[in-house]
C-alpha cells in the first residue's frame, strides 16, 4: 500500500519560512520523480517544483525563494519554503512519480497572512 504523508504546513506571516515534509512508503523511493504541487481555492493545481535524479524545476513563482531536495535513505522529500507570500497560500501537495504510476498525499495547508 502506498503512503504519501505531507506534514509542516501552518500559519505564516508575509516574509516567513516553512519547510514541508512528505514521507513516502510502499513505493522504490529512490526510483520516482517527487514533486510538489498546490491548489489554491478556485485554482486549478499547479506544479511548484520537482526532483529527479538529474536535478530540480521550479515554476517560475517560486523560483529563488523554495527549495525542493530528498533524502532517499528516509524516503522524504522537503519543500523549504522562504520569502513566502500572501499568494502562495494553498494546499500543498505531494506526488510521487514513475512511469505510468502517479500518487497523491491528502495535502498540507499553508497559509501567508499578517
Known amino acids: 500500500q502506498v503512503q504519501l504523508v505531507e506534514s509542516g504546513g501552518g500559519v505564516v506571516q508575509p516574509g516567513g519560512s516553512l519547510r514541508l515534509s512528505c514521507a513516502a512508503s510502499?513505493?522504490?523511493?529512490?526510483?520516482?520523480?517527487m514533486g510538489w504541487y498546490r491548489q489554491a481555492p478556485e485554482k486549478q493545481r499547479e506544479l511548484v517544483a520537482i526532483?529527479?535524479?538529474?536535478?530540480?524545476n521550479y515554476a517560475d513563482s517560486v523560483k529563488g525563494r523554495f527549495t525542493i531536495s530528498r533524502d532517499n535513505s528516509k524516503n522524504t522529500v522537503y519543500l523549504q519554503m522562504n520569502s513566502l507570500k500572501p499568494e502562495d497560500t494553498a494546499v500543498y501537495f505531494c506526488?510521487?512519480?514513475?512511469?505510468?504510476?502517479?500518487?497523491w498525499g491528502q495535502g498540507t495547508q499553508v497559509t501567508v497572512s499578517s
Open positions: 510502499g513505493i522504490f523511493f529512490s526510483t520516482y520523480v
Open positions: 526532483i529527479t535524479s538529474d536535478g530540480t
Open positions: 506526488n510521487a512519480q514513475h512511469w505510468r504510476s502517479s500518487y
